[in-house]
């Protein structure tokens, strides 16, 4: 059975930081892809950055770049982090990481198979 959990959300004012992590089971990375994604009041999912197989880089969106880093352990089964600099009162969302089989580079959430619960993200002053 395939799960991940989201952890590390909570509220930063502009220009802090957050570390996000996806605790996973039930696959690696090697065959699979993991992505990030966020979703604000009353806006659609988007999906803002993700990495696959046991090489891959990771990709990020136009929005984030510069901004939000990921990383990995040593395996491919370790958790994936999602470190959040200089936020911005818009990157306020309920943050989600998913999964798909195969190593892809799409944050399309349609492709995303699996979905964690989500961790809230708040930036405010």
């Known amino acids: 059975q395939k799960q991940l959990v989201e952890s590390g959300g909570g509220s930063v004012q502009p220009g802090g930081s957050l570390t996000l992590s996806c605790e996973f089971s039930?696959?690696?990375?090697?065959?699979?892809?993991i992505g990030w994604f966020r979703q604000a009041p009353g806006k659609e999912r988007e999906g803002i950055s993700c990495?696959?197989?046991?090489?891959?880089?990771?990709?990020f969106v136009e929005s984030v770049k510069g901004r939000f880093t990921l990383s990995r352990g040593n395996t491919t089964k370790n958790p994936v982090y999602l470190r959040m600099n200089l936020l911005k009162p818009e990157d306020t969302a309920v943050y989600y990481c998913?999964?798909?089989?195969?190593?892809?580079?799409?944050?399309?959430?349609?492709?995303?198979?699996?979905w964690g619960q989500g961790t809230q993200v708040t930036v405010s002053s």
């Open positions: 998913a999964a798909t089989p195969g190593v892809i580079t799409s944050v399309l959430p349609l492709m995303y198979d699996y």
């Open positions: 039930g696959f690696t990375l090697d065959d699979h892809t």
């Open positions: 990495i696959g197989g046991r090489y891959g880089s990771p990709y």
